[in-house]
């Protein structure tokens, strides 16, 4: 599965996948979420790791294909 | 003196109600129990639910060392599946790590005892203290733990299932969310998504309303709202990642 990352979160994202656990839930979040129903829309998901809250903003593209964007990666401390 | 059968099957049955952290039998009748199941298994009528009765008073003792050799000195001869389940479930309960608890999974289904493949099911509460779920920035505290029905389909696949919802995680990340205490916020998380897709039933909502107050409630909700995106919006700062 491809994802296109704001480029200013792209070193972010590429560290936070070296967590096995993180992309274990980011798989599990996209294969139950309804794209068609997200198309053109944005919102927040939070993924609770050990130490930290992970919360990506998410917009779902509508023109010309559809997309998945991580829009802001957030990372929390608990 | 060994149990009347009719009192027998009363105990079996309450005994074999699983393997609850905390049981509800004093030490002081687990020990009168030990010493009749012991006469009993070591005389001739014994059955293999007199054997599991006994591995899972030493389970109540918190004898563990016993439980795990015990049952793993019967099941070599009686090749039973029952005996095998409860040992299973013994070990799963009892490893505190990640991998251990994997490894007991890979014997379940790779051992010929379970020649059919059936999968694991046993009963858990997610059983957190001071039960927590964490939304972005926010905290919510839970009014109780969710119960939860696991079923571990294959080696890489479990479902869970806790009042009407119902989903499925990697093994992998069901025994590490365990030993890291994070059950209740994979409900959530889940329940989230329902949201997210607008698929949440009545039944979800009642469900998950039982475990907060209302405020975490509407917390939870508007957490799980989706707003518009421009149209026009330029999508030239992106770069293509493969997940």
Redesign the interface.
């Known amino acids: 599965?491809?994802?296109?990352?704001?480029?200013?979160y792209?070193a972010k994202?590429?560290e936070l996948?070296k967590d096995?656990?993180f992309?274990?839930?980011?798989?599990?979040?996209?294969e139950?979420?309804?794209i068609n129903?997200?198309k053109?829309?944005?919102?927040?998901?939070?993924?609770?790791l050990?130490k930290e809250?992970i919360?990506l903003t998410f917009?779902?593209?509508?023109?010309p294909e559809e997309?998945i964007?991580i829009e802001k990666v957030?990372i929390?401390n608990? | 003196m060994n149990p009347e059968p009719q009192k027998k099957a009363q105990l079996a049955i309450e005994i074999l109600a699983g393997l609850p952290p905390v049981s509800h039998l004093d030490e002081f009748t687990l020990k009168r129990l030990e010493n009749e199941f012991t006469l009993l298994v070591n005389s001739e009528r014994a059955t293999n639910t007199d054997i599991r009765v006994l591995a899972t008073i030493y389970y109540h003792q918190k004898k563990y060392k016993k439980f795990i050799t015990y049952l793993e000195e019967k099941i070599k001869y009686t090749k039973d599946f029952k005996l095998f389940s409860l040992y299973t479930l013994g070990k799963i309960l009892l490893e505190p790590e990640t991998k251990s608890k994997i490894e007991v999974v890979n014997k379940w289904f790779d051992d010929p005892i379970n020649e059919e493949k059936y999968s694991f099911t046993y009963f858990t509460s997610t059983n957190s203290f001071k039960p927590k779920v964490y939304i972005g920035k926010g905290i919510i505290n839970l009014t109780k733990s969710f119960s939860l029905e696991i079923d571990i389909v294959s080696k890489e696949k479990a479902i869970i299932k806790t009042g009407p919802l119902e989903f499925e995680v990697t093994v992998f990340e069901l025994f590490h969310e365990m030993e890291l205490q994070n059950m209740d916020n994979i409900v959530v998380d889940y329940y989230i998504d329902c949201l997210l897709n607008q698929s949440n039933s009545t039944s979800d909502d009642n469900y998950i309303q039982l475990h907060m107050k209302e405020q975490d409630f509407k917390k939870v909700h508007e957490y799980s709202e989706s707003t518009k995106v421009d149209k026009h919006k330029d999508y030239s700062q992106y770069e293509a990642i493969v997940i």
């Open positions: 599965m491809v994802v296109l990352v704001k480029t200013e792209r994202f590429i996948q096995h656990i992309t274990s839930k980011l798989h599990r979040h996209l139950q979420i309804d129903r997200m053109g829309r944005s919102y927040k998901k939070s993924f609770n050990k809250v919360e917009e779902f593209t509508q023109n997309k964007m957030n929390i608990k």
